[in-house]
């Protein structure tokens, strides 16, 4: 039997990320898959934003899992994110995204830039986008560590999708979105349709204000963590 392996991460930028769901090639995963830091310097009119009726942009630089994730091994997903921050809508962080028949569907979360501060930004998207911020600390210094999971029961993987922000200091966990659908693909095991099971996650930075000045927008992500459930 081989040995688990923990995926490269590969840039992608918006809608090219697909084709890593076409592969046939589906290697046993480590359960833990931690990541170096990286810097993420997303350039203008950049962006992962769905709006009707016609606004469906996905052109911003994400890095991804180089391997699909069966939808029902994902556990969590971890990433700590700060930037420069300095222009409306400047943002990063963790992208999250599920082939459907017919359009994708994707997550992210992380910081954006609204308002003349940082905020904790999520996005959640199927046919359509929505849009929920929270604030930061005044002291957060427009860093934040955020976690996506898979809710559960007992031993039971349920539908939803919890945001938590997590602090660094004592780990303790806020939670500040629910997304109810997310798993809904997910099918019972003896099932195999792996269209409908796969997920690639990544993390990601966009710009999609041009800024008024030549400062590059530079998203630090730090602490990277992908965890699947010990089937």
Known sequence: MSEPIVPKLKLH?????MAISQSDIKPKLATKMTYPPLTIHPHPKTDLWRKPPSTDIDNAPIYLLSTP????????????VSGNWSTLYDQGGLALFIPDEDIKKWVKTGIEFVNGKPF?????TSRWGDWSLVPLPENANGRVTIQVERE??????????????????TGEKLG?????WWFRHDIPRG?????YRCLLVGVFGARPTVPEGNDPLEVKIENFEVTLFED
């Open 13 to 17: 930028h918006g809608s090219s990320a």
């Open 69 to 80: 994730i069966d939808l029902h091994s994902f556990h969590t997903a971890r990433v700590t």
């Open 120 to 124: 904790v930004s999520t996005v959640a």
């Open 152 to 169: 559960t029961k007992g031993d039971e993987r349920v539908e939803s999708l919890w945001v938590y922000i997590i602090n660094e200091e």
């Open 176 to 180: 500040i979105r629910e997304i109810t």
């Open 191 to 195: 099932q195999e349709d792996a269209a």
